[in-house]
């Protein structure tokens, strides 16, 4: 796969930012923030008319066929335009889970409505720091999953879940049906995630990845999901980078633009680098799907998009001064996605970690 | 395979074949007089295998192929440290200048020709003792003397000036018009009477740059290579000629490898420095910038293959690159804790932290500063405003110094 776009790709890039750009405000993003249990269906109902859902599927199942370099193209779109409701991520992921690990009736069960979105899916891998633990808190017996999964972004609207669990001593990577299941709505400070904690008792599990193997497969999916998230990262970060420069230009303190002082257009050309750096790793890491070095690519473009957002969201903030801290300019927006999207798919400890490993070499 | 990659295996290929001969083995211990020698000889080999002047003219003795095939050529030869670096900036922007601008084509001939084999060798005289960043704010002068020129003045950082036969140069020549329109572009004998050459001693301990005086030295007109006063802008286009170069992520530092290895060895507090979280979080940090760099440069060079111009993120790369080298090689010096003390002047940057620590400054500094990437980024890329010049349009000899 080339890290050069073509026509077609490009057509995509322009055709969903034209879409979100026309069906997405900050107008609408902040009431949801008010309240729990909300996503922004705005959002939601663009990704499924556009095919959004169905974009990394096979065409077998109601998919287009097309893979993670695409789908990076509207993740970075709805990352500069904030819109994206956590399926994006999550649906992928479980889909992906089930293409990959599932049998026949599996996929024939959850892929077609999952590519649609008009199933939701999610996956429930991390406890707290660990995004993938050792010893899940979930057990499985006899078919049967209990305990509780916390804070699962989407959870909270999840039709099926993608679990990691413990079966006696070895990890099992697994679909559960969520069906009826009871959840608690997680009062976050970015509530359009729509953020869960789920509980289960009893409820019955199907295997996708038993023994030790699913840990690895688990850990895939989650690559799979962080590589997609790193163009939604980088496209807020680049957002950001735009909106302080364009400020930077208009407002004059001292008879002049506060972009000519060199404390403000050092701190704009810095985001500049890390954009780029945080761009051109996500590209590759997407490029490299299906290849041996996948998870290093997705780990390093991991690292890269988390940083350039997170300082993004804090300089530009900086850059406005007191305007930009309050509510109705909105920047606070992008500021609470930056550290939501940073926490989703494992935190900057879990990539490291991983990182290391792959380029330490077996027994590091 | 494509054709790039076929030229690609034949590069590699011969350059392998060149490492007994040229390789970081056959120049340990030679005096840098010894090394420019075998340098010497190794250009002339490159000429003779034809990846001397590799998109430049044929009719000038270069290849005639294309900046792809340049790039893909240096990317080869750079992994093997061969005694190159006396010509990077000869081959790199003088030469090329003067087969731009050159008026007496004979002599330019003469001159690339003998430039590419390795005989000749060209500086560029541009930074003052006043200003390296602010070209336009240079001193030395060149004054009417019959039908020609008398230069004199000082130029500074001069890299390779005590091996050069030639050099171009940039003097003011009108000290009453505003900065930028005073200023011709010159070549000038470095031989010829009058030029004194004085090299620098660098933290390292090296010396590749020099201070330059000129006490009248005379040149004839045809050594000019602009209209009188229109020098600033062929010395710009000196500075855009190669807008993408084999470049290195590493920041012409060591690998990242070499830092793996390194803390696999050493033990922090009895346990092995790997497993230590400051130094993982580096590492990692380290790889995915040097991975975003080397991604970047892959798609420049996919672009220029494809016949688009790359992207202005190429720019990226000294800036970010050298600063993480210079971090980097501290930490490793701190991983080597008092072992770290000892110091071999001649190590190469490339493969010894201290070394690489030591001449990192240099890196953030030559060919254009930390501060001076970042203004060009944000002027030149974001659009943003320029600094507060307060000697804009202001005639030379009237702005307070």
Known sequence: ?364 | MTDLETYRAKAAEWCEAMVPAFGKAAREGLTVEEDLALGRRYQKAKFDAGYAGINWPTDLGGQGLGHIEKITFEGEEMKHGFPNVYFGISLGMPVPVLMQFGSDREFVKERVLKALQGEEIWCQLFSEPSGGTDLAGLRTRAETDGNGWKINGQKVWTSWAQYSDYGVIVVRTDPTVAKHKGLTYFWVDMKAPGVTVRPIKLAGGDSHVNEVFFDDVKISDDHRMSPVGGGFAVALATLMIERYVATDSAGFGPHLDLFVDLAKEVRLNGRPAIEDGRIRQQIARNHAMRAGLDSINRRARLMMQAGMTPGPEGSLNKLVAVRSRQKLSELALDLQGTDAFAFDEHASPKDDWASSWINAPTGRIAGGSDETLLNTIAERILGLPQDHRPDKGIPFNQIPA
């Open chain 1, 1 to 364: 796969m080339s890290i050069l776009y073509d026509e077609g790709q490009q057509a995509i890039a322009t055709e969903s930012r034209r879409a979100l750009e026309a069906r997405v405000s900050k107008d609408d993003l902040l009431p949801l923030l008010q309240t729990s249990g909300r996503y922004h269906d705005g959002f939601w109902t663009t990704a499924k008319e556009q095919g959004w859902t169905a974009l990394a599927l096979p065409e077998a199942y109601g998919g287009l066929d097309l893979g993670l370099v695409e789908l990076g193209l509207i993740a970075h779109q709805a990352g500069r335009t904030l819109s994206g409701a956590p399926f994006l991520t999550s649906n992928f992921g479980a889909a992906k889970a089930i293409e990959l690990y599932g049998n026949d009736t599996q996929k024939a069960r959850w892929l077609p409505g999952l590519a649609s979105g008009e199933t939701i899916g999610a996956i429930a891998f991390a406890a707290g720091a660990d995004a993938l633990p050792d010893q899940p808190a979930i057990g499985l017996n006899a078919g049967k999953v209990e305990g509780m999964a916390p804070g699962v972004s989407g959870g909270l609207f999840a039709d099926v879940a993608i679990l990691l669990a413990l079966d006696g001593g070895t990890p099992a990577l697994l679909i559960v049906d969520l069906a009826g299941i009871e959840r608690k709505a997680v009062d976050s400070f970015d509530n359009s995630r729509c953020v869960a904690d789920i509980t289960f008792a009893g409820t019955p599990a199907e295997p996708l990845v038993t023994g030790e193997a699913a840990r690895a497969a688990a850990l895939r999916i989650l690559a799979l999901q962080a590589v997609v998230t790193a163009h939604e990262q980088t496209g807020g970060a680049e957002a950001l980078m735009e909106i302080a420069r364009d400020y930077a230009l208009t407002r004059k303190a001292f008879g002049q633009p506060i972009g000519a002082f060199q404390s403000i257009k050092h701190r704009i050309a810095e985001l500049y680098g890390l954009v780029e750096l945080a761009r051109a790793n996500a590209i590759h890491a997407a490029a490299c799907e299906g290849q041996d070095d996948f998870i290093t690519a997705a780990a390093a473009a991991r690292l890269s998009a988390t940083e350039a957002y997170d300082t993004a969201a804090r300089d530009c903030i900086q850059i406005h001064g007191g305007i930009g801290v309050t509510w109705e300019i909105g920047l606070h927006l992008h500021m609470r996605r930056s550290r939501t999207l940073a926490l989703e798919q494992g935190s900057s400890f879990f990539w490291e970690d991983i990182l290391v490993d792959r380029l330490a070499g077996a027994g590091a």
